[in-house]
């Protein structure tokens, strides 16, 4: 993907439906598919931060699909839990554009934001036994509460995306 400039990004980011006043955005250089960012607003006397992401389509070529996907799976965690979460998770919500969808296309591309999950960490590599257990319960968490959605409500967005035999 090429580089995103600043007036590209401030473009993408003036599509989703944040109110306040924009204080700023930085490049959260992690991961390995999408471009992220985060910004920064002043909402009644509080900053609140989001997560911008420009979409990989070469690695993702059905947009439309992967942004079902996501979009059926936060509404149903929301629908289960709440807006808050449960059991000490959070729930990674998005911030519709203002055409109520998903994401939003501009020049510079594709993008999808979310509500920024504060005081958490993340990490590309497990540091120790205790983390590689904790990223293990997250994840059959996350699985349990997925329990009653049905599979057939989902697209295949990746060849064996869902498999967890191919995957392992």
Not at 6 to 35: N, Q, T
Not at 143 to 158: F, K, R, Y
């Amino acid at each position: 993907m090429r580089s995103v400039t600043p007036e590209g990004l401030r473009e993408a980011i003036d599509r989703f439906r944040i109110d306040g006043e924009f204080i700023g955005v930085r490049a959260l250089p992690r991961g390995h598919i999408h471009d992220t960012f985060v910004s920064q607003w002043l909402v009644d006397g509080n900053t609140r931060q989001f997560i911008h992401q420009r979409l990989n389509n070469e690695v993702f070529p059905d947009l439309d699909l992967l942004m079902s996907n996501i979009h059926k799976v936060s509404d149903h965690m929301v629908a289960r839990l709440g807006e808050n979460g449960a059991d000490g998770f959070e729930i990674m919500r998005l911030v519709p554009n203002r055409n109520g969808n998903p994401y939003a296309s501009t020049n510079s591309g594709a993008w999808r934001t979310y509500i920024f999950i504060e005081n958490t960490e993340s990490f590309d590599r497990c540091q120790s036994t205790e983390q590689a257990f904790e990223a293990a319960r997250a994840f059959g968490w996350f699985q349990v509460q997925l329990h009653d959605l049905p599979a057939v409500e989902l697209g295949e967005t990746l060849k064996n995306f869902f498999s967890s035999p191919h995957r392992y």
